[in-house]
């Protein structure tokens, strides 16, 4: 038998009702955190890779903000192609993917230079979620990049198409790097996607406004 005063309607005030105060965005800082995901958009991607690697960033995407991250997406091959800031509305990243088509060469060192900029303005947890399907090109300079963002306190959580780019980017991965292959095209979207997993096991799920 339920007892009767858990029917009892109670009645007060919704904290709804009244506007967030001034240093919400501040304390919203303090957890969860802020990733870009860096997609390799090169020639050699044209075709399934491209369509491929967009399903699986649209899902990484919505996984990453359910976990309390603001997302950012960047579209690279030679350079910067496209690419949004962090955010907590996912609508920015999710528009940066319909822009992505493949073409270019590759040189990766431009591109982390600018992610770098943009999450030094972030607080809480900051990750970089790097898909590559080639190698670490320039590697010197961005090997010094990756060292210099890491003593940042900033994560790299990769994933590389095929076995070369899987031992490249590997390489430079904060996790095992045996996580970074995917091994074929077919593989590709779910690949992607299961970055957004180093997230949720960073144990900041949950505490986010």
Known sequence: M????IRRQFTSAGIT????????PQVQGQFGGAVMLMIDVSGSM?????ENAVIGARAFVREAVEAGYKVGVMLWHTTVVAVSEPDRDPAPALGILTQAAAGGGNALDGPLFKCHDILNKFTGDRV???F???D????QLVLEKVAVMKADNIRFVTRGLGATAAEEFGSISDEDPETARVESVDELASGIASMASSLKSSGLLGKSS
């Open 2 to 5: 339920v007892a009767d005063w």
């Open 17 to 24: 009702q009244f506007p967030p105060g001034d240093y919400l």
């Open 46 to 50: 044209y075709g399934q890779p491209i």
């Open 128 to 130: 970089v979620a790097l």
């Open 132 to 134: 590559g399907d080639g």
């Open 136 to 139: 670490l090109t320039p590697k």
